[in-house]
């Protein structure tokens, strides 16, 4: 784990005796050393990716928007008629729970629920499926390397996979069905690119496999209204763009203003605001991190670390 410029994690040494110190799981009622979590084989969020999640990050001891977490993901769970059967300040407190019994200040809080288990394994659809909640606390994840934030991240377009569109897989509830962003991830491995940029069936911006896209053109800001997730993290980068007096711009963006951008960010909770410098092997703007990215990427690191009402401290 390093630091580097905003990038500081806390000095903070876990207490080993305690088992679930450094991963701490809630699995049916029990929290449990995360390396031992296990869930069914028959669970419908397993064998059929019948499930919604969210995750959440903390940092320097802070949960970051846990509200409008689990609010996204109750709401995902109705989209996709699966009753929930905690309700949301449940959901909320073993969230915090698993962080603090975890001791990491800075960690990826996962939670998901699943359409559950049926009477009968093998069940799928039963009118009886019993749906379930899991979660757990691990350390702090990073979808492109702790670097990629201060120097700058490589992406390549993906030509032979297009993000699902929302009459498919609806992309505003968050899911594993991750075929498309798998797919693209393993062709921008093959292409030398650290992560994957993912356009729609109209050829336009969708998102990336973990995070939500924003270009940069003329000092304006723009970034896709449908085919993606409406990520918390891009809705902070918006808002600290407004405050900053940045015109934001939802809409559709179209293939050829994402290669003509002065700019390209990445946005998600595993990895805050990444500067894309370079796209299908050439230099975005500069080459460099540019100056809004820039801005809004150090205010985020300052957000998520400050005290006010989008963080909530964990008790520990
Ligand atoms: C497909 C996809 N898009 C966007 C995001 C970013 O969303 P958030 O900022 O809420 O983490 C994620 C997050 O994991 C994601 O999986």
Known sequence: MTSRGVIRYSEHDVDTTSPLAGGCAWIDGEYVPAAQARISVFDAGFAHSDLTYTAVSVWHGGIFRLGEHV?????????????????????EAIALRCTALSQLREAFVWIGVTRGLGPTPGDRMSPAMAPRVY?????????????????????????????????????TVKNLQWGDLTKATLEA??????????????????????FNVLVVKNGT?????????PGITRRTAIEIA?????????????????YASDEIFATTTAGGVTPIVELD????????????????????????????????????
């Open 221 to 229: 800001i723009a970034t896709p209204v449908r085919n993606c997730l």
């Open 135 to 171: 979660a757990y606390a691990i350390p702090y994840l990073w979808v492109f390397p702790l670097e990629a934030q201060l120097d700058g991240a490589s992406a390549v377009v993906a030509r032979h996979v297009r993000r699902s569109g929302r009459g498919t897989v609806d992309p």
């Open 281 to 316: 092997g050439a230099p975005v703007g500069t080459g460099r991190p540019g100056p809004i990215t820039t801005a809004i990427r150090d205010r985020f690191w300052q957000l998520v670390a400050e005290p006010s009402a989008l963080v909530r401290k964990i008790d520990y």
């Open 71 to 91: 609010e996204r993901l109750v709401a995902g769970a109705r989209k996709l008629r699966i009753e929930s059967p905690l309700a949301a300040e449940e959901i």
């Open 189 to 210: 491995r093959e292409r030398g690119a650290m992560q994957p940029i993912l356009l729609d069936s109209d050829n336009c911006l969708a998102e990336g496999a973990g």
């Open 242 to 258: 407004a405050r900053r007096g940045v015109p934001v711009e939802e809409r559709d963006v179209s293939s050829e203003e994402l």
